[in-house]
């Protein structure tokens, strides 16, 4: 199969209703409903009282072009704002969510537009409180969170920083990158859910001396995007990548590592109960066979030979040892890109391998997009055309699914 992609993006003509209550942070609500507005999405903005009393609706009214609430009673909304609202909404956030509103929602009330809506929508629900870290230490605050969450609502938990009273501790707003990450995961398939997914990302070092390494030109971009993804298509992921200068998505588990051996151990420690493996790293074949235990200086070289010992084939160990897992690997090719990709297919006993040629200029290593062929243990071929790593990670992930072993998994 052959062909243009669309660019996935799960944001686009989404109907989001955004409830602000009134805690300090409102003012990066703002923020948010013109970022969650530039990707795309319809940000309706339902403020409380007393959220009026920190930003105007005035304010996001004018950042999302669409009208922003506040009054069940307003005879500019009519009585049945709040249903309407909720039968045309995709997701349901609240951020910033103060203790009063989460006590409230708990406890089932509905005096204002936000809580009766919160009733109304059968969207999913996301709840991303912001308060002084003693407030949201309470015992109260926190089974309050626990029974909304048994209910089904999702929580995007605070950070740990300075607030605005001058403390510091668990209670800040999640970042908006983070705010959004949870939004698509709440938007996108669920295809993944279940699956405990291993991702191997970055390229590794090999020491040569204490200051200096043999590494490779991998930005871990793909990688990432690979976990990222299979994250928000709802899998548990883990991620262990080589040094990058990236930072790992939210929701993985994340193992740093260094070394193909690194590499190498922690991904055997995890094998056995991951169901899917994706190999993008770009692990180091050779290694220094001694590593200098002080600097080596140049005046006590005229020419400096390395010997190189190999390191351990990570993807080629997985495949023989392999039961019901499903593994992916990568093929980073400067020359014969698809003979050489299946002949790694078949030696490394892979159900999926991502072709990769390297060698052209603008697309893989160190690139925001890539283009590339992925090849099946069937036979099947699909050349996919330049596109953005993020879009790359879906197809994979599309291709993966696709797999008859992929239904065996998830029974
Ligand atoms: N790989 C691995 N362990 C290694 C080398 C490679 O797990 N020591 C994995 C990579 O993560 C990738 C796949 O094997 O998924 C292919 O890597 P690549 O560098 O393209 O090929 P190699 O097998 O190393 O062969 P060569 O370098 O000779 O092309």
Redesign the pocket.
């Known amino acids: 199969m052959n062909g243009a992609k669309e660019k996935v993006n799960l944001l686009a003509e989404k109907n989001i209703i955004l409830g602000v209550t009134g805690g300090i942070a409102a003012y990066k609500a703002a923020d948010l409903a013109s970022y969650l507005t530039q990707l795309g999405a319809k940000v309706h903005v339902i403020l409380t009282k007393s959220a009026q009393e920190f930003i105007s609706p005035l304010t996001f009214s004018a950042l999302t072009g669409l009208p922003a609430a506040g009054d069940l009673f307003s005879a500019d909304y009519g009585p049945l704002k709040h249903i309407e609202l909720a039968t045309a909404a995709d997701a349901f956030l609240i951020a910033p969510a103060t203790a009063n509103v989460i006590g409230k929602l708990a406890a089932g009330l509905a005096d204002d537009l936000l809580t009766t809506t919160a009733l109304a929508v059968t969207c999913p629900r996301l709840l991303a409180p912001a308060m002084n870290a003693n407030m949201y230490a309470q015992q109260v605050v926190q089974e309050n969170i626990a029974l909304l969450c048994r209910r089904g609502w999702e929580l995007i938990a605070p950070e740990a920083g300075r607030m605005a009273c001058g403390a510091v501790g668990l209670g800040r707003l999640a970042d908006k990158d983070k705010i959004v990450a949870f939004l698509r995961r709440s938007l996108g398939r669920k295809d993944l859910a279940g699956l405990k997914i291993l991702v191997?990302a970055g390229g590794t070092r090999e020491p040569l001396d204490p200051v200096r390494y043999l590494g490779n030109r991998s930005s871990g971009r793909m990688g990432y995007a690979l976990a990222q993804v299979a994250w928000e298509r709802s899998g548990e992921v883990i991620l262990i990548s080589g040094p990058t200068a990236l930072v790992p998505p939210y929701g993985v588990r994340f193992i740093p590592v260094t070394t193909?051996q690194e590499m190498y151990e922690a991904v055997m420690d995890i094998f056995p109960e991951a169901d899917i493996v994706v190999?993008?790293?770009?692990?180091?074949?050779f290694r220094p066979a001694n590593q200098a235990k002080e600097k080596i200086k140049k005046e006590e070289h005229e020419m400096l030979v390395l010997n190189l010992e190999p390191?351990?084939?990570?993807?080629?160990a997985l495949g023989r040892k392999k039961t019901r897992q499903i593994l992916a690997?990568?093929?980073?090719?400067t020359q014969d890109l698809l003979a050489?990709a299946k002949e790694?297919l078949k030696a490394?006993n892979l159900d999926l391998i991502v072709a990769n040629d390297v060698s052209r200029r603008g697309v893989g290593f160190e690139s925001d997009t890539n283009i590339v062929t992925l090849l099946f243990a069937d036979g099947r071929q699909e050349n996919l055309p330049e596109m953005d790593k993020y879009d790359v990670a879906h197809a994979v992930w599309d291709a993966i699914c696709s797999l008859p072993r992929f239904a065996s998994l998830k029974k």
């Open positions: 191997t193909a190999k993008a790293a770009a692990v180091a074949d390191t351990p084939d990570i993807l080629a690997g990568f093929a980073a090719e050489n790694k490394k």
